[in-house]
């Protein structure tokens, strides 16, 4: 006992010495994080100029800790699991959706949709003075894709759909999902998501991201299954058609009055549009879309089973359940685990 005391510490340190002495040990951690790089403020606030991006060559360059990668992360991967979805793209020269993103002037794609009149069946609008065309023809100049495509065959398939072949092509051959229909007009109106095969859902991701956007999965209209179906099948789709189309369905809604925003901006710098000193240039989304990452069900603990199946399935569990019963009245009210 007597060579431990001279160990313990007083207690008759005063109120202030132990306000100093926890004051000081702060200091020295603080110290301590700064010194080795892990201290970080408690709040940081950007500046206006800190959130504008940097120009340079008509370029706007990203934050080095993002990358920008393929959609579908790894190319390998989606060659691998999606061959024919990628033979398919290549076939309608669709490598934009694994381009870079591209600029936005904000206050032009407002001018753009605020004087376009497409109830005029007019090709040409005024943008600041200059006059843009917005045809099939120069959306497949400007995308990469091909011009020679009939703009009438996906116009065919929304007015005469083959409900039949889009059901197997989409959900399957064996698939038993029917139609949602309108209740009024009782023509086919949409098709559950929940049914499309793995393919169809890539597909569709792809389509509402690049084509005509959308973000309601749940039930699918009409044009944009017909549009999955051409673009799963060997139907010949003018991709400058669906994008007018799109981009005229757009202007209606508030939401989206900034859609296609690259895409407008590249037309009217094409037509000639000069830009203002006011115009605000939207920030790019340095993070890449993995096209390859669906909604849908997990399939890592077994296959998912048709209707078909699955009552198959339940019938023969009953009947084992069933015959289990039965055993009970047999050996005593027993659990058949215990014999």
């Known amino acids: 006992v007597q060579q431990e005391q001279p160990n313990k510490q007083p207690n008759n340190m005063s109120m202030e010495e132990m306000l100093k002495k926890i004051m000081t040990d702060q200091t020295?951690?603080?110290?301590?994080?700064?010194?080795?790089?892990?201290?970080?403020?408690?709040?940081?606030?950007a500046t206006s100029s800190q959130r504008k991006r940097v120009r340079s060559g008509g370029m706007y360059l990203p934050h080095p800790q993002y990358q920008r990668a393929k959609p579908g992360g790894s190319g390998d991967n989606f060659a691998c699991e999606f061959p024919q979805i990628l033979r398919r793209i290549r076939e309608l020269h669709m490598e934009f959706i694994f381009a870079e993103g591209r600029e936005c002037n904000l206050q032009m794609v407002r001018e753009f949709y605020a004087n376009w009149e497409p109830d005029a069946r007019s090709h040409f609008m005024t943008v600041r003075g200059v006059i843009v065309t917005i045809t099939p023809a120069v959306l497949n100049d400007i995308m990469?894709?091909?011009?020679?495509?009939?703009?009438?065959?996906?116009?065919?398939?929304?007015?005469?759909?083959?409900y039949r072949a889009i059901r197997h092509t989409l959900c399957g051959p064996q698939a038993m999902v029917q139609w949602t229909k309108h209740s009024g007009k009782q023509y086919h109106q949409s098709l559950p998501y929940a049914h499309l095969l793995r393919e169809a859902r890539v597909w569709l991701k792809i389509m509402m991201h690049y084509l005509i956007l959308g973000l309601h999965y749940t039930y699918i209209n009409q044009d944009r299954v017909c549009l999955v179906y051409a673009l799963m099948t060997a139907a010949d789709v003018n991709i400058g058609a669906v994008l007018k189309?799109?981009?005229?369905?757009?202007?209606?809604?508030?939401?989206?009055?900034?859609?296609?925003?690259?895409?407008?901006?590249?037309?009217?710098?094409?037509?000639?549009?000069?830009?203002?000193?006011?115009?605000?240039?939207?920030?790019?989304?340095?993070?890449?879309?993995d096209i390859m990452r669906t909604k849908g069900t997990d399939i890592k603990f077994g296959p998912i089973l048709t209707t078909i199946k699955r009552n198959r399935r339940d019938k023969l569990f009953m009947a084992r359940m069933y015959g289990l019963e039965m055993l009970r009245h047999q050996n005593s009210c027993l659990a058949s685990t215990d014999m």
């Open 28 to 45: 020295q951690l603080v110290a301590d994080d700064i010194m080795s790089g892990t201290h970080r403020p408690s709040k940081e606030v």
């Open 144 to 162: 990469g894709t091909s011009p020679n495509a009939e703009p009438l065959v996906l116009t065919g398939l929304n007015v005469r759909p083959p």
């Open 245 to 289: 189309s799109a981009i005229r369905k757009a202007r209606v809604h508030k939401g989206r009055r900034s859609a296609f925003g690259g895409l407008i901006t590249k037309l009217c710098h094409v037509a000639g549009v000069p830009e203002e000193s006011m115009d605000y240039m939207t920030p790019l989304f340095p993070t890449p879309m």
